[in-house]
């Protein structure tokens, strides 16, 4: 079983429309998590931390089920600009190891 | 300040070539990581140093494939006796430390993109 799944996509949605992402973990014992979002052919950037129960940054909002070993992306009001690769990642429990997963694809249609 | 810096971005070679791909983590990161990613593919886990520790090794794929990081700064992986699927991006990234919290936050260089024909 991999460390994180993600549902590949893709997703394809107009413009202004509220997109969620979900994405399990295998490791109870992480404590650290975070959505990176990857551009075609470019280095991946971080989007959002999580640590605790979620976090919002503007039209972005992640959230962390731990009961579930799930967490989530929504953005709101999506933008052309917001079409990318997302990759949600969990760190090992000593927070020296990333586990990537293998991201959604998103297009924003006009 | 400056991000992380990998080069060559492109590097193509033949087949039983070997190559060096070289990493220039943030400056005061101590944490710095090699990644693989294949097209349309996650990324790879290969090797992982922090500080003076011994490198975490247990990702990379074969014999043929080493890392040495000299000086707490600079690395450099290695891939010997090149061969068609080692064709992928090789990513490169640091972190400020390790352990929980925003410390260990990893921040990418743009890549290597090897060709092996």
């Known amino acids: 079983r991999k460390e994180v799944e993600q549902d590949p996509g893709p997703f394809n949605v107009p413009e202004g429309a509220t997109v969620a992402f979900n994405c399990t973990y295998s490791?109870?014992?992480?404590?650290?998590f975070f959505w990176y979002r990857q551009d075609c052919r470019k280095e991946p950037k971080l989007l959002m931390s999580v640590y605790s129960s979620g976090n919002e940054d503007g039209r972005f909002t992640a959230q962390l089920n731990r009961a579930s070993q799930y967490i989530s992306l929504l953005i709101r009001d999506s933008k052309l600009s917001d079409s990318a690769t997302y990759l949600c990642v969990a760190a090992s429990s000593t927070g020296n190891q990333f586990y990537f997963g293998t991201g959604t694809s998103l297009t924003v249609i006009p | 300040g400056a991000g992380v810096s990998q080069s060559p971005s492109n590097k193509v070679t033949e087949k039983g070539k070997d190559v060096e791909l070289r990493c220039d983590p943030i400056?005061?990161?101590?944490?710095l990581y090699w990644y693989r990613q294949s097209l349309g593919q996650g990324l790879e886990f290969l090797i992982y140093f922090q500080g003076n520790s011994a490198p975490d090794k247990s990702g990379l794929p074969s014999d043929r494939f080493s890392a040495e990081r000299t000086g707490g700064s600079v690395s450099t992986l290695t891939i010997q006796r090149t061969q068609q699927e080692d064709s992928a991006v090789y990513l490169c990234?640091?972190?400020?430390?390790?352990?929980?919290?925003?410390?260990?936050?990893?921040?990418f260089g743009a890549g290597t993109r090897l060709s092996v024909l």
């Open positions: 490791n109870s014992a992480s404590q650290s």
């Open positions: 990234a640091s972190s400020l430390g390790s352990g929980q919290g925003a410390k260990n936050i990893q921040y």
């Open positions: 400056s005061g990161h101590t944490a």
